[in-house]
């Protein structure tokens, strides 16, 4: 059973990242399971060149460094020629409000966004088809999208011909959401501009230390002691969420005189969770040989893997 994970190089990976997904994409994943950097979804909003290059390598070392077997692992761009074909394919049995209903293009989409944005659910549908994966965890925001890759599979083999597993979405196992540092109202996310609330995996000990120093904690009244209050007070439980997910506890469980003693040994919790990840990426990112060879072979893999589907779908398809 195939399943197809997806990370976008949109920024630097961050905590959140590690805790919510890459350390169990490492840990629990099957031996069928694929992991994607998909660059060409940082696309379809303005972006520099040169820094999509280079953020799309540090994120497939990320990947590497975390333990993800490097057989499990694809940069999609790697394979633009596949997906170009098969979304062509895809958009031809997708209709134009089917696309134009998805929430996110509805959030971000006028009339001078770009068509890509429109489009891109229709080339993970692609991602996704081309591969065979069965199984899509996603959290609610992307169900949609997998919902029309459904959609898209069922009409292509319907009209066509069958040449698509059918994919369905499943809920990732319950995992830590980490806030932002600063503003516990919103999730950590490698886009937010303001970085002192966002814990990178790359950030030195010394500058994870500052950042969560410097975390909210919703309340100056700190006589109370730190008690577990994720509505009333989501900064200081967003803090003891990121130890329970270091130590392997349940939050409920985390007790600390303090909030003095909750941020540094959240601090040093976090600085132990990264260093492994971090140190790894630093020899990956210092030995490009290592990391093109692993690029190389999974681009292979995946395209190998997605080549029957994609020749018999154009000849269905009369072309
Ligand atoms: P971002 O929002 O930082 O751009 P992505 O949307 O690329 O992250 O998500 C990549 C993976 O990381 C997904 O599985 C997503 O659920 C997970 N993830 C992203 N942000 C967080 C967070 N703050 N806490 C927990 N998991 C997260
Ligand atoms: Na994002």
């Known amino acids: 059973m195939t399943r197809l994970s997806a990370i976008t190089?949109?920024?630097?990976?961050?905590?959140?990242?590690?805790?919510?997904?890459?350390?169990?994409?490492a840990r629990d994943g099957g031996p069928e399971d694929l992991y994607f950097v998909s660059d060409l979804h940082a696309m379809t909003q303005s972006y520099s060149p040169p820094r999509l290059r280079a953020l799309t390598r540090e994120l497939l070392a990320v990947l590497v460094a975390e333990g993800i077997a490097p057989e499990r692992l694809c940069v999609q761009s790697d394979l633009v020629r596949e997906l170009g074909a098969l979304t062509w394919l895809?958009?031809?049995v997708c209709s134009y409000g089917e696309a134009a209903r998805m929430t996110q293009f509805k959030a971000k989409g006028d009339a001078a966004a770009r068509l890509g944005?429109?489009?891109?659910?229709?080339?993970?549908?692609?991602?996704?088809?081309l591969q065979?994966?069965?199984?899509?965890?996603?959290?609610?925001?992307?169900?949609?999208?997998v919902e029309l890759a459904r959609s898209l599979a069922r009409r292509f083999n319907s009209t066509y011909g069958e040449v698509f597993t059918v994919p369905r979405a499943v809920t990732p196992p319950t995992a830590a959401r980490v806030r932002d540092l600063s503003a516990p109202d919103r999730k950590m996310s490698k886009s937010t501009r303001d970085a002192a609330?966002?814990?990178?995996?790359?950030?030195?000990?010394?500058?994870?230390?500052?950042?969560?120093?410097?975390?909210?904690t919703d309340s100056s009244d700190h006589s109370a002691g730190v008690a577990y209050l994720p509505d009333e007070r989501p900064g200081a439980a967003n803090l003891i969420e990121i130890y329970?997910?270091?130590?392997?506890?349940?939050?409920?469980?985390?007790?600390?005189g303090s909030?003095?003693?909750?941020?540094?040994?959240?601090?040093?919790?976090?600085?132990?969770?990264?260093?492994?990840?971090r140190e790894r990426v630093q020899e990956l990112l210092a030995d490009p040989g290592e990391l093109d060879r692993i690029r190389a072979d999974g681009a292979q893999r995946a395209r190998e893997r997605g080549a029957h589907r994609l020749s018999s779908a154009l000849r269905l398809a009369g072309v």
Not at 10 to 24: D, M, P, T
Not at 244 to 256: I, L, S, T
Not at 259 to 277: F, H, I, N, Q, W
């Open 197 to 216: 609330g966002t814990v990178f995996l790359l950030d030195p000990p010394d500058l994870i230390r500052r950042k969560v120093a410097r975390a909210v």
């Open 244 to 256: 329970a997910a270091c130590a392997g506890v349940a939050p409920k469980e985390v007790e600390f």
């Open 132 to 145: 065979g994966a069965a199984e899509v965890p996603v959290g609610d925001d992307q169900l949609q999208h």
């Open 117 to 129: 944005l429109l489009t891109y659910p229709v080339l993970m549908a692609a991602d996704i088809l």
């Open 9 to 25: 190089p949109s920024g630097h990976a961050h905590a959140g990242n590690h805790l919510g997904a890459l350390r169990h994409w």
């Open 90 to 92: 895809l958009e031809c």
């Open 259 to 277: 909030y003095g003693e909750l941020k540094s040994a959240v601090a040093e919790a976090l600085v132990e969770e990264l260093r492994p990840v």
